[in-house]
């Protein structure tokens, strides 16, 4: 079996409240993985994160401090977590979420 069949993808709306914001919205999609490696770059605006489940480097901004704090308990805990990309062939995170624990 290929490995993307193992891989849960679902998508959701983005929730905003702003009207200029409402005119950008997408579908944003989320990939079930386990964090491999976090790799800082010192004096970059962005830290490079490298998961189990692919071979692709994503990149997550320095701004977002809790998904980069999400992002390191998870490795260090061996935690899977629902990664949130713009698309299915994007590298850019977007949005880091704790993973149903009901869905196994």
């Known amino acids: 079996m290929p490995v993307a069949e193992f891989v849960r993808i679902r998508e959701c709306g983005r929730n905003s409240t702003n ?3 409402k005119s950008f919205m997408s579908k944003r999609h989320f990939r079930e993985m386990t964090v491999a ?3 800082e770059h010192k004096g970059a605006d962005y830290v490079e994160v490298m ?5 692709r480097f994503y990149k997550l901004t320095t701004k977002n401090d809790r998904a980069l704090r999400i ?3 998870a490795l260090a805990n061996r935690r899977s977590l629902n990664v949130g990309l713009a698309s299915l062939e994007s590298n850019i995170i977007e949005e880091i979420q704790e993973r149903d624990e009901g869905h196994a």
């Open 19 to 21: 009207s200029a914001t």
């Open 37 to 39: 490696h976090i790799r």
């Open 51 to 55: 998961f189990l489940e692919s071979a």
């Open 71 to 73: 992002l390191q308990d």
